[in-house]
């Protein structure tokens, strides 16, 4: 007992607090996390269009190329 830290009974925090503040915690937590993971599935699909839009300006501009030379 010596080895803990001297605090006030007010300082204590009960089961029924704990399970509050930690199902507000998981509430903000998921919150932010599905925040992030839209933000970064919308970055993810922007990226994803710019390099198909790339694709697909280099295929063509091969193909009129090609049919050029005939």
Partial sequence: MAALPV???SDLVT???FR????E???EFKG???QGL???NARIHRL????????VLT?????????SFD
């Fill in 32 to 34: 932010d996390l599905h």
């Fill in 38 to 40: 839209a933000a970064l």
């Fill in 59 to 67: 295929v063509g501009t091969l193909v009129g190329l090609f049919l």
């Fill in 48 to 55: 994803f269009l710019a390099t198909m839009s790339g694709f």
């Fill in 15 to 17: 089961k029924d607090e």
């Fill in 7 to 9: 605090s006030d009974i």
């Fill in 25 to 27: 915690f998981r509430a």
């Fill in 20 to 23: 509050a503040g930690m199902a």
